[in-house]
């Protein structure tokens, strides 16, 4: 199909074409240059401290299959993933519905829960790392005000708890965006929908019954 002509010079494939463009160097050189430059680093002897470099093929990935600590660190690395995935899901599923019902304060808490999500990385893990310090945390010394234990306990320097910590740090971080990209969703269902489907039964989760005749019918 040929292109219609854009101010008589540009037809509408070239204009989109170009505005495309932007986008794909931007991408190219954010993402994709880094991504690249990284695989092919890893089959180099590269280090930070030498300018020069030898190339070694898959020298590196066999050292680093060899290693005894590889399985569990890859375990360790996708029990993570899971945990940082799914747990602050499931909970800004269930925050995106309760602020969903428009009660009276809900648009305060809703802007009370967007607001760590503009506050930068490297500031939630000082906050985070501060409060679950062995020697002058938070966390400790509110367990330990209660009588919950008896000293301090380094929670980042035990590996029982560790990733715990590291979970609890990322959910509260990702919470509000699994909460604000749901509750838009949720916002974005007609009301007429979900009358019909309360009326079908939906709120008990049984159908409504179906009469043979409107006879039969409960007035």
Same mark, same amino acid.
């Given at each position: 199909? %040929? ?26 050189? #954010? ?5 690249? !430059? ?6 180099? !002897? ?5 300018? !020069? ?12 299959? %060899? ?19 799914? #747990? ?15 009660? %009276? ?13 503009? #506050? ?10 501060? #409060? ?18 008896? %000293? ?47 009326? !079908? ?19």
């Amino acid at each position: 199909m %040929k292109g219609i002509k854009n101010g008589g010079r540009l037809t509408d494939r070239q204009v989109g074409f170009l505005l495309v463009v932007p986008g794909l160097a931007v991408f190219a050189a #954010i993402i994709l240059y880094p991504f690249v !430059d990284a695989v092919l680093m890893s089959f180099t !002897d590269r280090s930070l401290l030498y300018p !020069d470099y030898d190339w070694v093929g898959l020298a590196n990935y066999i050292k680093v299959f %060899k290693d005894p600590y590889f399985v569990s660190t890859l375990a360790t690395t996708a029990l993570f993933v899971v945990l940082a995935t799914v #747990i602050p899901f499931v909970l800004g599923f269930i925050w995106a519905i309760l602020l969903n019902q428009g009660f %009276k304060g809900s648009e305060l808490l809703r802007g009370l829960t967007l607001v760590n999500w503009i #506050i930068p990385g490297i500031a939630i893990g000082f906050l985070w790392s501060w #409060i679950f310090n062995g020697q002058y945390g938070v966390l400790n010394a509110l367990l330990t005000n209660l009588g919950i234990l008896d %000293k301090g306990v380094a929670w980042m320097g035990q590996t029982q708890t560790a990733l715990i910590c590291v979970v609890i740090a990322r959910t509260w971080q990702m919470l509000p965006w699994y909460m604000a990209f749901l509750l838009g969703g949720l916002q974005g269902v007609s009301r007429d929908q979900i009358e019909a489907a309360r009326i !079908d039964g939906a709120a008990t989760g049984r159908p409504s019954p179906t009469w043979c005749c409107p006879r039969c019918a409960p007035s």
